[in-house]
């Protein structure tokens, strides 16, 4: 089994073992896609892209608010959350999640899919 396989079945995992979560990729620091497990009509690319700068803000906005090295990154909107953290090996684990999710159960189990992607990496 490949890598990316490896990736992928982390990713599968995170969403059937967290029902809350309807989609989830990793990402590189820098915006490219490594694995993802997104909606089709969803542009990987501009998902990529997106998670990286807002990973970046956020490491930078708790820099500057000297709230040192940054956890994680959470957006909640309307129709639910998108929660980044950051996996190991210069990776970004991205999480779309429901408006009813469980944050501390969904921050649980992101984190445990990030230890399993460090070993794969």
């Known amino acids: 089994m490949s890598r990316v396989d490896n ?3 982390i ?3 995170l969403q059937t073992g967290s029902p809350d979560v309807e989609a989830s990729a990793l990402i590189s620091e820098d915006g490219l896609m490594i694995a993802s ?3 089709q009509h969803v542009d990987d690319t501009r998902v ?3 998670t990286a700068t807002l990973s970046s803000l956020g490491a930078r906005a708790a820099s500057e608010l000297e709230r040192g090295t ?3 990154v959470l957006v909640r909107g ?7 953290l950051a996996s190991g090996s210069g990776t970004l684990l991205l999480a779309l999640a429901s408006k009813q999710a469980k944050l501390g159960l969904l921050f649980l189990d992101m984190r ?3 230890d399993d992607i460090r070993k794969v990496l």
């Open 11 to 13: 990713l599968r995992g």
């Open 78 to 84: 309307e129709h639910g959350y998108a929660v980044m």
């Open 48 to 50: 990529a892209g997106m």
């Open 70 to 72: 940054v956890q994680e």
């Open 7 to 9: 990736l992928n079945r």
């Open 37 to 39: 497990a997104l909606p």
């Open 112 to 114: 445990r899919a990030a």
